[in-house]
Every structure is written in structure tokens, then in C-alpha cells.
């Protein structure tokens, strides 16, 4: 059986032995058109299961009812729980939403920029790749005239609408509880120094221990990918230490995870030996053991947030020369893995 | 600012003074054209900024390179790996992807269909919401004569390719192995009973406990909707029962998850007073305390096999008569939740 070809206003035509365009005004409602018409045309394109090509209207009405959203992947509760909440702000305005997923990879997220320009996204809402230095395909969007939200990984030079929380300051809330702990020696396992909001966890980190007098070390600060798999890595490397840390502050959650099996498999114990902190607050941090402290990120706001100043340059259908920066306070969840002082 | 006008044929050849048709000749390298008006075309339409409508190409060709995939969710490990599997046997191939989810919802679920429709995808890759019973939405994609591939939540009567595991098979296994522990009276919460998976793990869960001589009392089996609050809840009515289980086998680890809550919470030792046991091998079955006893599903071996099965329809451009049904055979991953005899 080869594919079947779908049916054309033409069909309709030929079987009522009337014109295309007699038929294009019935199932337009035009007025111009006898009720029988319309109905005989309408039962026909039932009866040839007829459907009007949505993609080449929304060429014509240059709206598609579409954004679509960029994660790195879907697989971490925070992107997943930031695309929920985009979602259910968008069905309820009458927008569908599209995902694709970078896996960190910049080229991958030039096929996904594309893929949404192609599918004539009616708006773009992004968080950036790991590998992504070069903001071209960015750009691209801009350029197009289509909106752009960029959330969590963001840059400033985009000159886009943000969401993300105060990572800098987030930083410094656990070195803050860290030094109330009594640690004296705390390492960062950070994520790559080019990507923003990385950055302003190093900085935050390095700023707090001067305020605090600490030593900033080279071989405490390690950058990382942020993987489970280079958390082990890193962790192992901060063990090899000869003056190994009392404290190590994990960017990333799943890095952080890697860093709680080492220490297990070693024997180290948390938070006694090394209190352990990690970012994120994905919903295993309270499941393994022991429980991890980390930092919420407001995933559902983040999502209401984006979704809404998408909604707002869709509504004006200008370019706002405003743009929208929300940085949302993050929170400090404390748990086991750095809880020193009630262990 | 108002959003910029696009840049066209007809704009590049206004500067040049040439006609739109052979501008458009110029830039799909037509042999009547010189090469020096070429370059000029180039050269002008990189200094507007020009870019091709791909969807009017898609439109013309009848070909987009872009797979669908629809999804209940993307917050769970199994959906999200299926999905990057699928992805990197589809990427290599010059495919990209784009997700939706239908968050259960069959409404939902139609509306991802007309949207991947929409989108003029070559083919749609799907598992199907809990809600879903009517099949029209899907009958659509087929009387299109797009491929369309199930997975995992399938329906034998749509008669198309389907790739999942065994699920009848997998209940045995749990059952067996529970009966080997010395559980006697072995609960089932259970999913929905229209979606054919749920079913078949019911059917093999009511036979294994046949051909133990075991008691299948109504009040053991319960439908559930298999999210984490709903396992709190029927693991609560359960417990509430006169006559308790000794086990407990849980259609969905999200919902194992939430009965494992309630019995830490009231101090009902696992698995000593009861045995638990999940399904879907979750990551977090093996961080949670105790560990969850689970079933592997082969999510990346499903995500190839899936993205492999639509190859075949897009290389061979016909529907084929004959179906890909794949089922794979599962693998009880047996942890601390039901391992009686070591505990």
C-alpha cells in the first residue's frame, strides 16, 4: 500500500462539478455562498476525510499558536518542572509547546534553533548549553523578530528577557552556613566559568571567603561538566589532596550525587569528615543518604515567570525595547550532608 | 520597535535589478545563471540577512526531517531515556525531534497530535497518555499515512509497530519471587485497567498468584492512577485493610515510591512485615531506604528499536503491511524492599 494522498480542495471541486475557489468560500463560511453549498461541501469533505493544511494558513496568518523551549535535557526535575509550568501558563492562552533538548551540545542546539524557526514557532524560550559559547544562532532569533526568554543559563550580551535566581548570592548563603558549621577548608566543584550563571557561583564562592577569611586555593576550586559521572571524578581528585577539604559545594545536584558515593564508598563520613553541598534541590537530595543540603532554584516560578514574558511581547506584537530581568531569591535547604551541628 | 519585515526574493532583486525568478534560480545553483550573478545573489542575500522559508520547502517536498514524539511525561527516567535513544539513532540519520507531553491528559494528548501534524512531521513516535481510550486522534496519524510507531502504552488494535516488554511475563516474575520469599498474601496496586499494559500486568499478576494456589481477593488489587500521592493513598487503604498483605507489588516506581513513604512513616519494616516491590527501575528505587526490588524495562534498547522502526517506514516510503512488534523481556532487579532471606 504506498501512502495515501491526501485530499485537496480540489477533490471537493471535482465531485460537486463546482470550483476550487467555490469550495475554499464554503468551508470559509463565506457569504457569497448558498447554505446547500456549503453543506453539500462540507459532507464531501467529511466524507473524503479532508484537512485543511494548518502549516500553510499559518504561513499566510504568520501565527502558528506554538513556542518552543530549549532545555540542555529533560531528564532533571528542574527543567522538567520549569517546562510544566511554561505549559500550563501557554494551553491556558491557547499555545501549544514544542521541546528539544541540546544535551549540552552546541551544535545540537543550533539543529534545535532551527528545527523551531522551521516549525514557525510563534516564540522561543531557552536555557543554554554547556558547550555554547558563540551566541550566533541566538542572534538568529532575534533577527527574525520572534521572542526570545532566555531562563537559568542566560546570557547579558543576548539583551533578552531573563529568569533565573541570584546565583552569586546563593553562594554565598553556603559558604555562609558553612563557615557557621565550623569548616574551614571549603572547595567548589563548579560548572564551566563561561557559562553566566557558573560564574556568578564562583565569584559568589571566592568573594564569600575573603569575607570570611578564608583561603582561596587553586586546588579547591575545580571546574566541571557537572555530570554524576564527573562529580565522582572531582571528588576523587579533591580526596587526592594532601590537605583535602572540609567542606566541598557542588554547582550542580547530579555532580553533587556523583560526590556522595565516593565519599559512602570511601568511608568519609558527611557532614563529620566533609559536609557536602549541593544545587539544585532535585528531589533525590532528600532520598540518598545521607540527605544532601542544597539550594532551591523556584523551578514553577521560573516556568510562570518565562511563560508570562513570552505572553507579553505576544500580546504587543512589538519588540519591547523593555526587557523583563526577574531574578528570584533562591533558598537554602539544609540537610544531613552539611548539618554539623545537629549530627 | 516593531518587528522587522523579513527579508525575500523580491527585495534581493530589487537591489540588483534582476527578477525574483532568477534570483531564486541563483540560489539553488541553476545552470542558466552566470556565475557572477550568482555571487551577487550570495553575496546580497547574506548582506539582508535572507533566509529560505524551509517550511515552504517542507510544504513543496513534502518532507520536514523532523520526528515527533509524544510522551505522558518527561519528569521520569524511563520516558526521558527512551526519548535520547531515540534521539541519537534518529540524529545520525539527519533527523531531528521534537516532544511533546500529554501530562495523561487524553485531551492533551489530541492536541500534541494536531500540533506534531502541524508541524509537518515525517513521523510520530508516541506512548499513550492514561486517560486515552477513544483512538481516533491516533487513527488520524495513520489515515495520513504518517508512520507511526508506539511504545511502552500501545494498542493492539491500531495495528501498528510497537516495541515494550513483556509486561504478563514480569508479574510472574514478581510473583514468583515473592512466593520464594514466603509472601502469602501478595497485594497488586495496579494501574489502569483500559491501558493495555496495566492490563496485561494484572492478567499475569491475578494467573501467577493461580498457579501458586495463592488468595486473589478483591480487596488486594486496586487501580491506580500510579502517581507518587496515589501510592501513599492506596498503600494507606491497604494498610487500613483487617487482613493486611504481606507484599506488596506496585504497577509504577513513582507510586512504590509513595507506598514506601507511608510505611516508613508508620514504622512498618520492609521488608519483614511487608515486602515491596516497584516497576521501571528508576534510579531512585536504588538511592530510597530501603532500596525498591524493581523490574528493568530496556529504555534505551526500546528508544533504538523505536527510532529503527520508523527508519524502516521512511526509507521504504510505503506503509508497510507487515508490523515491527518487539517485545523485549524485563529483568527483576531484586533489592533490600523484598529480599527477605538476606535481610
Known amino acids: ?10 477533490d471537493i471541486a471535482n465531485v460537486l462539478n463546482i470550483s476550487p475557489a467555490a469550495v475554499s468560500k464554503a468551508l470559509h463560511n463565506d457569504s457569497r ?4 453549498t456549503k453543506k453539500a461541501v462540507k459532507q464531501v469533505a467529511v466524507d473524503l476525510n479532508y484537512q485543511p493544511n494548518h502549516l500553510a494558513s499559518a504561513l499566510r496568518k504568520g501565527k502558528s499558536n506554538l513556542v518552543g523551549v530549549i532545555v540542555p535535557r529533560t ?6 518542572s520549569v517546562i510544566q509550568n511554561i505549559e500550563e501558563v501557554l494551553n491556558k492562552e491557547g499555545y501549544n509547546i514544542i521541546i528539544t533538548q541540546s544535551n549540552e551540545s552546541y551544535k545540537k542546539e543550533c539543529d534545535n534553533i532551527d528545527t523551531l524557526l522551521f516549525t514557525q514557532v510563534d516564540g ?6 554547556n558547550e555554547t559559547i558563540d551566541l550566533k544562532h541566538y542572534e538568529k532569533i532575534k533577527s527574525k ?10 546570557e547579558n550580551n543576548l539583551n533578552v528577557d531573563y529568569i533565573g535566581i541570584n546565583d552569586y548570592d546563593s553562594s554565598h548563603m553556603i559558604v555562609e552556613h558553612l563557615v557557621k558549621q565550623g569548616c574551614k577548608r ?11 550563571i557558573f560564574n556568578n557561583r564562583i565569584r559568589g564562592y571566592i568573594d564569600a571567603l575573603k569575607k570570611y577569611n578564608l583561603p582561596m586555593e587553586d586546588e579547591l576550586l575545580i571546574e566541571s561538566s557537572l555530570t554524576t559521572e564527573d562529580g565522582r571524578k572531582k ?3 579533591l580526596l587526592a589532596l594532601q590537605n583535602r577539604p572540609d567542606a566541598v559545594y557542588v554547582a550542580g545536584d547530579y555532580a553533587a550525587l556523583g560526590a556522595l558515593q565516593v565519599l559512602n564508598e570511601r568511608g568519609i563520613r558527611m557532614p563529620k569528615d566533609i559536609a557536602l553541598v549541593g544545587f539544585g534541590n532535585e528531589p533525590f537530595t532528600a532520598m540518598v543518604t545521607p540527605t544532601i543540603t542544597s539550594i532551591t532554584q523556584h523551578s514553577s516560578e521560573i516556568g510562570k515567570q518565562a511563560a508570562k514574558a513570552f505572553l507579553e511581547h505576544a500580546k504587543k506584537k512589538v519588540v519591547k525595547q523593555q526587557l523583563n530581568k526577574i531574578i528570584l531569591n533562591a533558598e537554602l535547604i539544609v540537610r544531613d550532608s552539611s548539618n554539623i551541628k545537629n549530627s
Open 145 to 154: 523578530g520572534i521572542p526570545l526568554i532566555l531562563f537559568d543559563r542566560g
Open 186 to 196: 571549603i572547595a567548589h566543584i563548579g560548572g564551566y566559568k563561561h557559562t553566566r
Open 124 to 129: 522561543i524560550i531557552a536555557s543554554m548549553a
Open 235 to 237: 571528588m576523587t581528585q
Open 75 to 80: 531528564n532533571s526535575h528542574f527543567f522538567s
Open 33 to 36: 455562498i448558498s447554505e446547500k
Open 1 to 10: 500500500m504506498s501512502i495515501k494522498k491526501k485530499t485537496t480542495i480540489k
